[in-house]
């Protein structure tokens, strides 16, 4: 009976013990990340951090591994991280770097822009530079990092579709997205880690990587990218050049250049109006061709202007090969004891 009561005691002492070991080894990493960081060692710190985040799960940990994602340029997995620690309530580590804390997110999220997906099928998976980021319509709003994206989406049945996608800090890019059923029936499926078996018409062999890198024998990709609406500019040029010239020459030819009418019929826009308004047009039929003069260049201008200032949705490119995706320019930060710099990885798919 003695030795039962002195394995329970022990039992209980060493189930009491794990806890604080625990605490305390997590401590120990977490000051190791600190020193770590101090030595611009990022990336070690940052896998310190985690470990002790695996062991306590402490607020503070998760706190820690923010800061050394942003030290890293990992925006992203900052933000949603340092959003995590802020929002646990009643940690005293927290509460005493509030302010802290909240000027570290502000920062972070102003490197930080939103894609806003619109259409597409429930289900598809949603690429952004080679990673997978979710299905829709989950995705439907992902958090990148500032400036150029690409973003793809891919679903059972349906072409493919990559854009180009430019990302200003703190804003919001909303691109609209129509997928094309793929010939053939089945289409391409697509499974879990951005793999896509065959099926049917499309073909596309296994293998990505973390960097979305893919290999294949055949694929079918439809790239979009919007353009400027250059056919509405050159229709707008001639339907403003023609009555501006004919005003023009008619005017100098009826009044031999020695008049004003001669000076207005040249400016544009609004020389015919001022011709009727300081009388130099008496004749019906030349009042009816100025008027008509105005209104065909105003017309024109219209449209020239509207041809720079709106876009339009332009299909580039529509193949069959290996090598369907765009080559994506990369910048991987590295950061050691000796050395801080980075490495440009232009990754041609």
């Known amino acids: ?3 039962f009561f002195f394995s329970c005691a022990a039992a209980t002492a060493i189930l009491l013990t794990v806890p604080v070991a625990s605490a305390q ?5 977490i000051q190791q990340g600190l020193d770590l960081r101090r030595q611009q060692r990022d990336e070690e710190a940052l896998q310190r951090f985690q470990d002790a985040y695996n062991l306590n799960h402490s607020a503070q940990a998760l706190a820690q591994i923010a800061l050394a994602e942003q030290a890293l340029g990992r925006f992203v997995e900052a933000e949603i991280h340092l959003q995590q620690a802020l929002a646990v309530q009643g940690d005293a580590w927290i509460s005493t770097r509030q302010p802290q804390l909240q000027q570290a997110l502000q920062q972070i999220s102003s490197q930080l822009g939103t894609i806003q ?8 998976v949603v690429f952004v530079n080679g990673v ?3 299905t829709m319509p989950q995705a439907a709003n992902l958090r990148v990092r500032a400036g150029s994206a690409v973003v793809e989406i891919r679903a059972q049945g349906y072409v493919p579709v990559q854009r180009t996608v430019n990302v200003l800090a703190g804003g919001t890019s909303r691109e609209s997205i129509q997928l094309i059923a793929a010939a053939g029936g089945g289409g391409a499926q697509v499974q879990g880690g951005g793999q896509v078996q065959a099926g049917g018409g499309v073909q596309v062999v296994q293998g990505q990587n973390q960097y979305g890198t893919y290999q294949g024998q055949q694929a079918q990709t439809v790239t979009y990218e919007s353009q400027p ?5 050159w229709a707008g040029l001639p339907v403003f050049l023609a009555p501006y010239l004919l005003t023009g020459l008619i005017t100098y030819a009826v009044d031999e250049g020695y008049t004003d009418a001669s000076a207005y019929g040249w400016i544009p826009l609004i020389g015919p109006w001022l011709l009727i308004a300081d009388g130099y047009v008496s004749e019906d039929y030349l009042t009816t061709f100025v008027v008509l003069s105005g209104v065909a260049q105003l017309a024109g201008v219209v449209l020239m202007v509207l041809g720079l200032a709106t876009t339009r949705e332009v299909a580039v490119r529509a193949q069959l090969g290996p090598d369907e995706r765009s080559p994506v320019l990369t910048f991987d930060p590295l950061v050691s004891d000796t050395f801080a710099g980075g490495a440009l990885t232009l990754s041609h798919f």
């Open 25 to 29: 080894s997590a401590e120990v990493l």
């Open 117 to 124: 997906i619109q259409g597409g099928v429930p289900g598809a």
């Open 229 to 233: 609406n250059l056919g509405l500019f």
């Open 1 to 3: 009976m003695r030795s």
């Open 132 to 134: 997978e980021r979710g």
